[in-house]
Antibody
Framework: QVQLQESGPGLVKPSQTLSLTCTVSGGSISSGGYYWSWIRQHPGKGLEWIGYIYYSGSTYYNPSLKSRVTISVDTSKNQFSLKLSSVTAADTAVYYC???????????WGQGTLVTVSS | QSALTQPPSVSGSPGQSVTISCTGTSSDVGSYNRVSWYQQPPGTAPKLMIYEVSNRPSGVPDRFSGSKSGNTASLTISGLQAEDEADYYCSSYTSSSTPRVVFGGGTKLTVL
């Protein structure tokens, strides 16, 4: 059973960089066949795809966030990470990590972590 | 504004059937059979219910079914149960600019 767990600061100051890590257990990122994704959900709102990464390092990003987003992978730790720069209050959201097959089948999700942007 | 359009809410009584629509464009839903549906009860992570338009992952009841016609995908839940009350989201692959994923705005299902 694949499990994903997000970790990182729950509070980030405006203009700083939000950094989160997703640790995968029960399966190896380096085995291939899947993309590994970040998705966020603003309070009381819908889901927004941020981007995803393949174990080789290939990435695809949401064009609306692309200039501020970096997703990276560390296969030795079986983790992938999200960095979102120059954050504002509009980036306050629950951030989820997920495994993806077939580009759009988000079949395993982390529990989500709330990140608040505030001074 | 979400790329895929869903009704904000639907409702039905136990035992009835409800259908949730997800309308996109010829750049996403209309061109690819890569539509998925997710169920999200309050305070929990989304759960995959349907993938590639009409396929159910193992463990999802066959009361849940998906279909697509043109630029609109649909999720039908038959034999409604109280436990089905949740938010439902559709998603689709799109290559309108660069390969990516778009979600619908979500539909709140209320079981009366």
């Amino acid at each position: 059973q694949v499990q994903l767990q997000e970790s990182g600061p729950g509070l980030v100051k405006p203009s700083q960089t939000l950094s989160l890590t997703c640790t995968v257990s029960g399966g190896s990122i380096s085995s291939g066949g899947y993309y590994w994704s970040w998705i966020r959900q603003h309070p009381g709102k819908g889901l927004e795809w941020i981007g995803y990464i393949y174990y080789s390092g290939s990435t695809y990003y949401n064009p609306s966030l692309k200039s501020r987003v970096t997703i990276s992978v560390d296969t030795s730790k079986n983790q992938f990470s999200l960095k979102l720069s120059s954050v504002t209050a509009a980036d306050t959201a629950v951030y989820y990590c997920a495994r993806v097959s077939g580009y759009t089948r988000f079949d395993y999700w982390g529990q989500g972590t709330l990140v608040t942007v505030s001074s | 504004q979400s790329a895929l359009t869903q009704p904000p809410s639907v409702s039905g009584s136990p035992g009835q059937s409800v259908t949730i629509s997800c309308t996109g464009t010829s750049s996403d839903v209309g061109s690819y059979n890569r539509v998925s549906w997710y169920q999200q009860p309050p305070g929990t992570a989304p759960k995959l219910m349907i993938y590639e338009v009409s396929n159910r992952p193992s463990g999802v009841p066959d009361r849940f079914s998906g279909s697509k016609s043109g630029n609109t995908a649909s999720l039908t839940i038959s034999g409604l149960q109280a436990e089905d009350e949740a938010d439902y989201y559709c998603s689709s692959y799109t290559s309108s600019s660069t390969p990516r994923v778009v979600f619908g705005g979500g539909t709140k299902l209320t079981v009366l």
